[in-house]
């Protein structure tokens, strides 16, 4: 069983960092190819994907970032202690959201712009960490 909980959220002033936290589950799950995705969506707003890390349609596992976060945030990935982690640098009001992990299954594969793609079949989601940005 897959199972993300996200934590590490919080609130702070523009410029500031937080480091957002996604612990899954090794159940049934290969945490050296599976794709997990970063996603933001605040209240009346369309989900957006973020970050991305996993396994390429090279079988390379690699990065893949939005746009609007490129340079400033992180995806990592800790196999050792199933975590994944998103480090958010030089935060922006435009940053407030709620943060979802979400782990795709192992058919999966990494996307430009932050996701990850199963045609939606099998995708396991965490229940949200905040992120407040302050001007």
């Known amino acids: 069983q897959v199972q993300p909980v996200e934590s590490g959220g919080g609130s702070v002033q523009a410029g500031g960092s937080l480091r957002l936290s996604c612990a899954t589950s090794?159940?049934?799950?290969?945490?050296?190819?599976?794709?997990i995705t970063w996603f933001r969506q605040g209240s009346g707003k369309e989900r957006e994907a973020v970050a991305a890390?996993?396994?390429?349609?090279?079988?390379?596992?690699?990065?893949s970032y939005a746009d609007s976060v490129k340079g400033r945030f992180t995806i990592s990935r800790d196999a050792a202690k199933n975590v994944v982690y998103l480090q958010m640098n030089n935060l922006k009001p435009e940053d407030t959201d709620m943060y979802y992990c979400?782990?795709?299954?192992?058919?999966?594969?990494?996307?430009?712009?932050?996701?990850?793609?199963?045609?939606?079949?099998?995708?396991?989601w965490g229940r949200g960490t905040q992120v407040t940005v302050s001007s």
């Open positions: 979400a782990a795709f299954p192992s058919f999966a594969v990494l996307r430009d712009g932050g996701y990850c793609y199963s045609n939606g079949q099998g995708t396991f």
């Open positions: 090794t159940s049934g799950y290969d945490l050296s190819r599976n794709c």
């Open positions: 890390i996993g396994t390429g349609t090279d079988e390379t596992t690699s990065t």
